[in-house]
């Protein structure tokens, strides 16, 4: 079995990262193909993966194809590659706004394909992967593709009309939650804490504090109130962010997120 990556940059290398650390595929049945030399050789030295010179290569090769090049060049590569395709193999685009049905259109045929969304922390095998399928894919192929996108983080299916909310909540989302590491190192550096030092109690106490959610299964507000001594400091923090509005600023900064993925 061959999985292929038209496409080699950040994405498709964490995922590459990812399947191979957890020996889901060996090198030499990953093979990838790229616009430019540089960055097809890059991924070659760094995995030891097999390469292609051409998109169709892949198509041709791999039964499980991912389709990891940006958003715009979609139609492009789907039309290079849609006379080389067959019903047997599966497609994984991992583009925002592509929905299956555009995705199957392009194609002009019947194809498995899956539409996913993962995003960055996936490059240090904590990524967040929302995944769905069209009816061509059977159960177990979907178990196959979890395993596969389980390589490098959580994966889990929604359904599509869900994928909208995905990118606001995992796609998009490390780009808020690093906002709030940078604010809250900010304000250490601030009261005389050396920068990178505040850096890593910020970023630690994010990791621990999704630990904690993830791993105890308790409702976040309650794991909020044990922080909160009465007469503390904890709940004069939460009064100025409350009054500054900044759950409604989560809130509507993902509104926003969303509507902007629902009309791509
Ligand atoms: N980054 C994120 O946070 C994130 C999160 C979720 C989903 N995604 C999705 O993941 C996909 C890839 O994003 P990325 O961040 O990995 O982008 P990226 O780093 O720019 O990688 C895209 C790669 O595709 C290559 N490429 C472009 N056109 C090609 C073609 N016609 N044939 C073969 N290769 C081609 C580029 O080659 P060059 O070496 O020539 O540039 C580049 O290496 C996008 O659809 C994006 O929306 C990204």
Not at 56 to 73: C, H, M, Y
Not at 105 to 114: A, D, G, H, P, S
Not at 155 to 184: N, R
Not at 219 to 243: F, N, W, Y
């Amino acid at each position: 079995m061959k999985i292929g990556f038209i496409g080699l940059g950040n994405m498709a290398t964490a995922m590459i990262g990812g399947i191979i650390q957890k020996g889901i595929f060996k090198p030499e049945e990953i093979i990838g193909s790229n616009r430019s030399e540089e960055g097809l050789q890059k991924a070659k030295t760094r995995f030891q993966i097999v390469t292609a010179t051409t998109n169709v290569e892949i198509a041709k090769q791999a039964e499980i194809v991912v389709l990891s090049v940006k958003p715009q060049f979609y139609e492009a590569v789907i039309s290079e590659i849609k006379g080389v395709v067959n019903a047997n193999q599966i497609i994984i685009s991992i583009a925002p706004g592509k929905t299956l049905q555009w995705l199957l259109n392009l194609f002009e045929k019947e194809m498995k394909i899956v539409r996913c969304m993962p995003n960055t922390p996936a490059l240090v095998g904590e990524g967040c992967t929302g995944v769905c399928c069209n009816q061509f894919v059977n159960k177990s192929e979907i178990q196959e593709v979890l395993t596969i996108l389980s390589g490098f983080g959580r994966a889990s299916l929604v359904e599509e009309h869900m994928m909208d909310a995905v990118v606001g909540v995992s796609g998009s989302a490390p780009a808020y939650v690093f906002m709030f590491i940078e604010a809250m190192a900010d304000e250490a550096v601030a009261a005389g804490m050396p920068r990178k030092q505040a850096y890593e109690f910020a970023a630690q106490t994010v990791l621990g504090s999704a630990k904690m959610v993830l791993e105890t299964g308790r409702h976040p507000a309650e794991l909020k109130d044990m922080v909160c001594s009465p007469g503390g400091t904890t709940i004069q923090a939460v009064r100025v962010l409350e009054e500054r509005g900044f759950r409604s600023a989560v809130i509507e900064a993902m509104d926003a997120c969303i509507e902007k993925s629902r009309s791509m």
